[in-house]
């Protein structure tokens, strides 16, 4: 086959054309002076990863969940690189089917549910600040772009530091993100406590409409005080949690923090609609993880 002739002339256009089309499917937002330079009015940023760099999560900042881990999820959490990974200014989480071997595996009839299966059909990575960076009151905002497709669940949460003393809910949760891929346009912010919790169906919750959430980054945060945690996207208020001055039960949230960052395939709420296979892989892209406390 004949070679088409391409003008010299028309070589540096079509560089530039591809270069900006690249940057468009990346809008990474900032690099870590501009982080410190556009702390919201009245807070100090005190921790950050801007996911610069290339290979995995910076230890210093993250820990992986490994295996089945909860609400009945279809997904094997792995630390391979190919569901987490730094790449491009981005901490990439990515979710696949495939058949994964079980570590935990104990037999069919185990009573535990995560060592009842040898294998798991798709695997998706998770990972924590726990043990490495806890925070107490303050703003904390994740920039990301969205998996999508039924069966997808993908998460920006957080859990007290007392969660293995005293267990959940009364360790207390804050959903600072969550989604399902069968309601495409909604994402929530929730708080789970001994009080309030979706076992009881007592949960305090909210969701919002969002737009574009696969296609473009928004970003999702809470500003957490020790009288009510607030819930933005695109740092617009749209749920509220306030502090009764109760007891622990109703707030447990005089305590530090640490965050979560996941990709959860089914399970009790992600698969309430089933599993769709033809859409794997999905990626959660994530820009920046940042947290902000008041002067």
């Avoid at 530091?161 to 495409?184: A, F, L």
């Avoid at 749209?238 to 005089?254: G, I, M, R, S, V």
Wanted: charged share 25%; hydrophobic share 35%.
């Amino acid at each position: 086959m004949q070679k088409p002739l391409i003008s010299k002339y028309l070589i540096p256009l079509i560089f530039i054309g591809l270069t900006l089309g690249s940057c468009e499917g990346n809008n990474k937002k900032t690099d870590d002076t501009e982080a410190e330079e556009e702390s919201p009015a009245g807070y100090t940023l005190v921790w950050a990863d801007e996911f610069d760099g290339k290979g995995e999560p910076n230890p210093d900042n993250w820990a992986y969940e490994i295996g089945f881990i909860r609400n009945n999820e279809a997904q094997y959490y792995t630390d391979d690189p190919k569901n987490i990974r730094v790449e491009d200014g981005f901490l990439i989480i990515e979710a696949h089917k495939e058949k994964v071997e079980n570590e935990a595996f104990v037999s069919e009839e185990a009573d535990n549910w995560m060592k009842k299966e040898a294998y798991g059909k798709y695997t998706s990575a998770s990972v924590t600040t726990k043990d490495l960076n806890e925070w107490k009151y303050g703003k904390v905002s994740v920039r990301a772009k969205l998996p999508k497709g039924i069966g997808t669940w993908p998460a920006i949460w957080m859990l007290g530091q007392n969660w293995k003393k005293v267990g959940w809910p009364q360790c207390g949760e804050i959903d600072i993100m969550e989604h399902v891929g069968y309601q495409s346009d909604s994402i929530f912010g929730t708080v789970h406590t001994e009080a309030f919790n979706h076992i009881k169906k007592t949960e305090v919750g909210k969701s919002v409409f969002i737009e574009n959430p696969y296609d473009d980054f928004h970003e999702y945060s809470i500003e957490w005080t020790p009288e009510k945690i607030v819930f933005l996207l695109d740092g617009t208020a749209y749920h509220q949690f306030e502090n009764l001055h109760k007891t622990d039960a109703e707030w447990p949230f005089d305590q530090p923090f640490h965050l979560k960052l996941n990709l959860a395939i089914g399970g009790s709420w992600g698969g309430l609609k089933g599993i769709d296979d033809s859409i794997f892989p999905q990626k959660m892209i994530i820009d920046y993880a940042r947290v902000y406390q008041l002067q």
